[in-house]
């Protein structure tokens, strides 16, 4: 959507970048886990950060106001995440790096969090359609058990840009509307004359193929008690579910009363914002794609 709507987002002073921009070269060596950076990923950070200079020095002489960049794998990977068990675990070494190397300050990082059962779901169906990192139920319950707390990855960016705003909203709010995140990011307002803003882009492959997929490759034995549940595959055992709800609320609760304001929730209308209060004309009490959002 951020790709296609260049036009009516320069009409609002706003530039884009997605990653048609980010994994073409433009940001080598500052998306990437600094653990594993060597002395050519330094040089390339360098001088990534001298040429993004002097195409924002020129985006300002052209009157924009707002750059965004949207990369899913700016905290961490899929694969990283699945590797050890938890929800971005080397987001603020990753946010660090970022922020040393990009020449200018992030003023705004923005993070729609879902429930952990499903985003491992779909994690898990991502491995299984590229070969990797599948260990059975073990890993399951490590996923599970495994501190993996939203929470966790706030905290983590606080440390590592103490002076960012953090905003947040609940992934399962807003699913198929960038337009309407978008509209978040920008204070409350939605521009006009966005392109394919309701596409449902990288969707997981569904519960049969995934099934399918695992046991053409028989690398996942599934818990006898791990059936599908209404067209969604999931990993976990009951209890593990339990587990992931229960940590999840808190995680929630944490954010809706205030978060150590370290992060603005912009979950519902009724929770602390402004900006969530603009958009929710648009948002609260209408039904997408037979998703009802009620105030």
Request: aromatic share 8%.
């Amino acid at each position: 959507m951020l790709s296609a709507s260049g036009a009516p987002l320069r009409r609002r002073a706003v530039v884009a970048w997605g990653p048609e921009t980010t994994r073409t070269g433009a940001f080598a060596g500052l998306i990437k886990n600094p653990i594993s950076l060597d002395r050519d990923d330094c040089r390339q950070a360098k001088e990534s950060c001298r040429q993004l200079a002097r195409r924002i020095n020129l985006l300002e002489r052209e009157g924009v106001k707002t750059l965004i960049v949207s990369d899913e794998n700016l905290l961490g990977s899929m694969r990283e995440n699945l590797l050890h068990g938890g929800l971005y675990p080397f987001a603020r070494a990753r946010l660090a790096h970022f922020q040393t190397y990009f020449p200018r300050p992030i003023n705004r990082l923005a993070v729609a969090i879902r429930h952990p059962a499903t985003y491992w779901c779909s994690v898990l169906a991502f491995a299984a359609e590229q070969q990797f990192g599948l260990r059975g139920p073990a890993r399951s319950m490590a996923l599970s058990d495994h501190a993996n707390r939203w929470r966790n990855l706030f905290e983590a960016a606080a440390q590592a840009l103490p002076a960012t705003e953090i905003v947040a909203w609940p992934f399962e709010k807003l699913i198929g509307r960038a337009d309407l995140q978008l509209g978040l990011l920008l204070d409350g307002s939605v521009p006009s004359g966005l392109r394919r803003a309701r596409r449902w882009h990288n969707r997981s492959a569904s519960p049969d193929r995934v099934l399918k997929m695992l046991q053409l490759r028989n690398n996942l034995a599934l818990p006898p008690d791990v059936t599908l549940n209404h067209g969604q595959w999931p990993p976990f055992s009951k209890p593990h579910q339990a587990i992931l709800n229960a940590t999840y609320q808190e995680d929630v609760e944490w954010l809706k009363a205030g978060a150590d304001q370290i992060v603005t929730w912009l979950g519902t209308t009724g929770e602390q914002s402004d900006r969530a209060a603009k958009v929710g004309d648009e948002i609260y009490g209408q039904q997408y794609r037979g998703m009802e959002i009620t105030r």
